[in-house]
């Protein structure tokens, strides 16, 4: 599998924030999101055994399967072989394409983008908010329905989003703000 990196820090988005967690972020993604700020091109060929092994060097027992766009390459004997070792397997995707057969994941955070969801279960609806239209989002079922302002990398762009999203997610009382609190506290 191509790896970009594994790391271990606090989960900073959604309805996990602040949970201690091991990242697996997988190389490559099928969609060019503009504002996409992860740099995930870059990889080393990693076996099933050797992920367990990075994973198994920390000490929280949360993985989050990430990108890039995880299900590329994701297998289920990657997820099984984690729940075998006791780990709780999140996965962070785009939706735009469908699980591997037979896998079973703890939670699964969607944040679609301009292209079409091909997922059957969500746990968590994730939308990158930029003032968009939020219609599209209705008919998705989800858990947890999470708005996360977009940061542009302008401090007053980054403010109107913001207080968009609040305004937002306080008149539609079923979305949750989600903010990147990873950046916030100046962590991975």
Known sequence: MRINEIFYSLQ????????????????????KCSFCDTAHEAFTEMSEE??????????????????GEPTL??????????????WYVQME???????????????????????????THIDELKVVYTG????????????????QPCDTGHADENARLLKASIAYCLDHPDWHLSLQTHKLLNIR
């Open 93 to 119: 995707t785009n939706g735009t394409r469908p699980l591997p057969e037979g896998c079973r994941l703890d939670w699964v955070t969607c944040s679609p983008k301009d292209s079409p969801v091909r997922l």
């Open 132 to 147: 968009q239209d939020m219609t599209p989002y209705d008919h998705y079922e989800a858990s947890v329905r999470s708005l």
């Open 12 to 31: 900073g988005e959604g309805c996990h924030a602040g949970t201690p967690a091991v990242f697996v972020r997988f190389a490559g993604c099928n969609l």
């Open 73 to 86: 390459q994701l297998t289920t004997s990657l997820v099984d072989r984690l729940h075998a070792g006791g």
């Open 50 to 67: 050797d992920i367990v092994r990075e994973v198994s060097r920390y000490p929280a027992r949360h993985i989050v399967l990430t990108g």
